[in-house]
């Protein structure tokens, strides 16, 4: 009788799960807007209204459509809603130069793929594809139509470019501020023995605690304090050379930070990361003016509200996170991607040349596999405003799949998912079932990019 009453028990626990997800799987259908070209975003376009700032996704670094859809989006914001700058998930100087490409500056290459194939740091498709090729072109034809002042910027936000900053700042001083050449050159020194490997720095400041960080507040405090004085002064002629050579050293601060909490591990290397790149974006904002409206991409992990995860029980925030907790007021919008499976490009290993791999069908629950049953084979827009009822399928818990730089798809039954309660973390999704991979501009590259914490690679 126990068996039985077992097995009853068990088929009417079954039931009722399949219950739910028929239930979730209506919901999904229900919501699920067209995703068939520009004008099919005219919904999202309505819920961004006025905000100031977009953040817009990608759940790998590594898919055509992802990177495709965001460029769209991106247009449109840019040709109707005035946005002004277009700030990434990218070194600084690398994005500095394909900014001054896109804005038509004087000496400039008339073709951003001149620009992109500069690109040397580790991961090269990142950011060197024909997507953002193709984006480039087209903002610069875009911005080449408007007077000078008034074309959109293109910005790098990440804190990996310590050495490349470093020496940008040393060329800046040496001719426009002899003052400060001492403290340049004395971080220059200081960082000389690690031979641009920022593990070797890292590993020796659990030797020497103290590190670079004296010699590199120095030359902070005293940019600082230069730029300061020209804004006190109402002075601009120069306006724009000093915030780079500011934003270089603020670079050169954080990648500091950075290197030395890597080493010890845990959430704070990510968090000094972060922090940057929020940081870095509230600097544009603040240089461009009070008008300035910006578009963010970066990956899931950094634009979806790390609230909305486990992340936050590791302790960790994101840019998501901070820039609705800093202008919620100003309006935040954040965009998140995903798919079921394809191919994608990645690396097996850190600085390896990438592949084209295939993604394996989404994890059993998972968000991805829950849009799969209800969309098969199919794509679709979902938004959502603040204070609306979300129904049960964007409302509980799910793994929602995240795939870095590297990527093992063998190991997704262990890896690559982030329990995500969708409505909290996002104001919209876009899903595409099945999406195929990058073509990078460079096929083969070996690179010393700095490795990652988590997650690996995004």
């Known amino acids: 009788?126990?068996?039985?009453?077992?097995?009853?028990?068990?088929?009417?626990?079954?039931?009722?799960?399949?219950?739910?997800?028929?239930?979730?799987?209506?919901?999904?259908r229900g919501e699920a807007l067209p995703l068939t070209g520009p004008h099919s975003l005219d919904p999202l376009?309505?819920?961004?209204?006025?905000?100031?700032?977009?953040?817009?996704?990608?759940?790998?670094?590594?898919t055509a459509e992802f990177y495709r859809w965001r460029a769209e989006l991106t247009r449109r914001l840019i040709a109707e809603k005035g946005f002004s700058l277009v700030a990434v998930e990218g070194d600084w100087p690398d994005c500095q130069s394909l900014h001054h490409c896109v804005t038509g500056a004087p000496g400039t290459p008339e073709d951003p793929g001149e620009v992109?194939?500069?690109?040397?740091?580790?991961?090269?498709?990142?950011?060197?594809?024909?997507?953002?090729?193709?984006?480039?072109?087209w903002l610069r034809g875009y911005n080449l139509a408007l007077p000078a002042g008034e074309r959109v910027g293109f910005f790098g936000l990440d804190v990996?470019?310590?050495?490349?900053?470093?020496?940008?700042?040393?060329?800046?001083?040496?001719?426009?501020?002899?003052?400060?050449?001492?403290?340049?050159?004395?971080?220059?020194?200081?960082?000389?023995p690690y031979a641009r490997d920022p593990q070797?720095?890292?590993?020796?400041?659990?030797?020497v605690p103290a590190g670079c960080r004296a010699e590199v507040v120095s030359l902070l405090t005293g940019l600082r304090e230069r730029a300061g004085r020209r804004q006190a002064s109402g002075a601009d002629g120069g306006r724009t050379a000093e915030f780079t050579v500011r934003q270089n050293a603020e670079i050169l601060a954080g990648a500091e930070r950075y290197y030395r909490a890597m080493v010890r591990g845990g959430p704070e290397s990510w968090n000094i990361r972060d922090h940057h790149m929020a940081d870095t974006l509230d600097r544009l904002a603040a240089h461009h003016g009070p008008g300035t409206k910006a578009v963010v991409w970066e990956h899931n992990t950094h634009v979806g509200d790390a609230r909305a995860t486990d992340m936050a029980d590791a302790g960790m925030v994101n840019?998501?996170?901070?820039?609705?907790?800093?202008h919620a007021a100003e309006g935040v919008v954040l965009v998140g991607f995903g798919s079921y499976g394809g191919t994608v490009v990645a690396a097996q290993q850190w600085g390896m040349p990438p592949e084209t791999m295939r993604v394996p069908p989404a994890r059993d629950g998972s968000v991805e596999d829950l849009l799969h049953r209800a969309l098969p084979g199919g794509s679709a827009l979902f938004v959502w405003g603040a204070g609306v009822p979300a129904p049960a399928w964007r409302r509980e818990e799910s793994d929602h799949r995240a795939i870095g730089v590297v990527y093992r798809p063998q190991a997704e039954r262990w890896g690559n998912y982030v329990p995500t309660v969708l409505t909290d973390r996002y104001d919209?999704?876009?899903?595409?079932?099945?999406?195929?991979?990058?073509?990078?501009?460079?096929?083969y590259e070996h690179g010393t990019g700095e490795e990652e914490t988590y997650p690996t690679g995004l």
């Not at 992109?116 to 072109?137: I, K, Q, S, Y």
């Not at 840019?319 to 800093?326: F, H, N, P």
């Open 160 to 192: 990996y470019s310590l050495w490349e900053s470093l020496h940008a700042v040393l060329d800046h001083v040496r001719e426009h501020d002899p003052d400060q050449v001492e403290q340049a050159l004395a971080a220059c020194r200081c960082f000389e």
């Open 45 to 62: 376009l309505e819920r961004i209204g006025d905000a100031r700032y977009v953040a817009v996704g990608e759940a790998s670094h590594g």
């Open 116 to 137: 992109l194939d500069g690109f040397g740091r580790w991961p090269r498709w990142m950011w060197a594809n024909t997507e953002v090729l193709e984006f480039a072109r």
């Open 1 to 28: 009788m126990a068996v039985t009453g077992g097995s009853a028990d068990g088929t009417a626990a079954r039931e009722g799960r399949e219950a739910q997800e028929m239930r979730k799987v209506r919901e999904i």
């Open 319 to 326: 840019v998501g996170q901070l820039l609705r907790e800093r």
């Open 200 to 207: 070797s720095y890292a590993l020796a400041t659990q030797v």
């Open 428 to 443: 919209a999704f876009l899903y595409l079932d099945r999406t195929r991979a990058l073509d990078p501009l460079h096929r």
